[in-house]
C-alpha cells in the first residue's frame, strides 16, 4: 500500500508543472470543464464517494494554493465529513461491546445442539416436541421453541403440532378416575390379522396390553378383563369410569358379560356413541402412536411375535416415553433427573429397542 501511494503522488508530482505551463485560459476552460463533469457526477451517485489515502493526500497538498472561500466549491470534503469521521474515531475507541457479556437468554449449549441434530437423524418421525421431552428426560431442560430454531438453522424441517380434541378438555377434570379400552388390530406378513386388547390409564397414561389372539370372542374379552383387574391389585380402587365403545364382542359372552367384570369394582362402565371416535380419543391416539412408531414399520410374523412386539414396546411406552399431558413425564415417572451442569462429562448411553425402530437415550451414572 505504501509503495502504490509513493507511485501516484510522484505522477501527480510530474504532472503539476505541465499544467503550469498552459495558457490561463486554456487552464480556465479545463477547470470549468472539471467542474461541471465533477457536478453531474455528484448529481448521479447514490452513495458517497470513498476516498484512498493518495487522493486524501492530494486534496491536502493544493489545499494550500486555493483560497480558503473557494475550498467548498473546490474539494468534495465539508466540515460535516470532517466531524462524522472524526465521530467514528471516537465511538470506534470507547466501544465496548466485544468486552461485555451479551445481554438476554444465554446461548444454548453446543452439546445440546449437536444433540438435537443427533435424535433428529436418529429419529426421523420425532417431532421438536419429542426431541424436546427427550432431552428432559436426559437432564436438558430446554425448550420446545429452541429446539424447533435448532432444527430449522439445521434444514430440518420439524413436524408439526398435532392439537389434542376437544373432548379431551372434558376428559382431563376426570383422568384419574378413568380407564379405556379398544382393540387394535395388527395385519401378519401372511395376509392374516390378530387382534389386541388396549387398556390405557387417562391419568398416567400407562399402556396395558391384555392380549392378542386371532379370535377375539366375548368369552376371551372377560377373560382379558380379569387378567387387567388382577394386574392393576389396589389400584383399581381409584377407578371409576372405563370407556369403550359398542362392540359386540363385549356383550356376546352368555355367563359372564364384559361389563359385569369392572362393575364388581364398582366401576361404570361408559359406551361411546355409535360411529364417535372422538369420545375414546386418548384409547385412539395410543393406537395410532403404537402404528406410527412401531407397527407399520415391522414385519410380524404370528401371534406370538405380535404380542412380544406390544409388550416390548409398552415397557418402552410406560418407563421411557415422555408425554405431553403428564410434562414430558413417562407414565411410571414421577420426577424429572436433576440438571446436568457438565453435559460434556458424561457418557451417553444409546439402546436399541426392537432392532432400532425405537432408540432410548440415557447417561451412564
Not at 206 to 212: M, P, S
Not at 337 to 354: D, F, G, Q, V
Request: proline residues 7%; glycine residues 4%; hydrophobic residues 40%.
Amino acid at each position: 500500500m505504501f509503495v502504490s501511494l509513493v507511485y501516484q503522488v510522484a505522477r501527480k508530482l510530474l504532472a503539476f508543472p505541465a499544467l503550469l505551463l498552459r495558457r490561463d485560459a486554456a487552464k480556465d476552460a479545463e477547470l470549468l470543464v472539471l467542474r461541471h463533469e465533477n457536478a453531474v457526477l455528484r448529481r448521479q451517485l447514490t452513495r458517497p464517494v470513498r476516498y484512498e489515502p493518495a487522493d486524501r493526500l492530494w486534496f491536502a497538498a493544493l489545499s494550500s494554493l486555493i483560497p480558503r472561500y473557494r475550498w467548498a466549491n473546490a474539494f468534495p470534503v465539508t466540515p460535516t465529513t470532517l466531524l462524522a469521521r472524526h465521530r467514528r474515531l471516537i465511538a470506534r475507541k470507547w466501544d465496548y461491546s466485544k468486552r461485555r457479556a451479551r445481554p438476554g437468554r444465554p446461548p444454548t449449549a453446543r452439546v445440546v445442539k449437536a444433540l438435537v441434530l443427533r435424535l433428529a437423524k436418529e429419529n426421523p418421525r420425532w417431532g421438536c416436541r419429542r426431541i424436546q421431552g427427550e432431552l428432559i428426560r436426559l437432564g436438558h431442560p430446554v425448550g420446545s421453541t429452541t429446539v424447533w430454531k435448532i432444527l430449522t438453522a439445521a434444514g430440518i424441517d420439524p413436524a408439526p403440532r398435532r392439537g389434542g380434541p376437544t373432548w379431551c378438555e372434558f376428559l382431563t377434570a376426570q383422568a384419574e378416575s378413568i380407564i379405556a379400552c379398544d382393540f387394535l388390530h395388527v395385519d401378519l406378513i401372511d395376509l392374516r390379522r390378530v387382534y389386541a386388547l388396549v387398556f390405557l390409564e387417562h391419568d398416567t397414561r400407562r399402556l396395558h396390553i391384555a392380549g392378542v389372539t386371532a379370535h377375539p370372542t366375548g368369552p376371551w374379552a372377560v377373560q382379558q378383563a380379569r387378567n387387567l383387574a388382577i394386574e392393576l391389585g389396589v389400584r383399581v380402587d381409584s377407578l371409576r369410569f372405563l370407556i369403550r365403545d359398542r362392540d359386540a364382542k363385549y356383550t356376546e359372552s352368555f355367563t359372564e358379560s364384559f361389563d359385569a367384570v369392572f362393575a364388581a369394582d364398582d366401576i361404570e362402565v361408559v359406551p361411546t356413541e355409535p360411529r364417535t371416535p372422538r369420545m375414546n380419543a386418548p384409547c385412539e391416539r395410543v393406537i395410532g402412536t403404537l402404528r406410527r412408531e412401531v407397527l407399520d414399520h415391522l414385519l410380524i410374523w404370528n401371534e406370538t411375535h405380535a404380542r412380544q412386539i406390544l409388550d416390548a414396546y409398552a415397557q418402552h411406552y410406560n418407563r421411557h416415553r415422555p408425554h405431553q399431558a403428564r410434562a414430558q413425564l413417562p407414565p411410571l415417572a414421577h420426577e424429572h433427573p436433576k440438571p446436568m451442569s457438565a453435559p460434556t462429562t458424561h457418557r451417553l448411553l444409546h439402546t436399541r429397542i426392537l432392532g432400532g425402530v425405537i432408540n432410548e437415550y440415557r447417561y451412564t451414572a
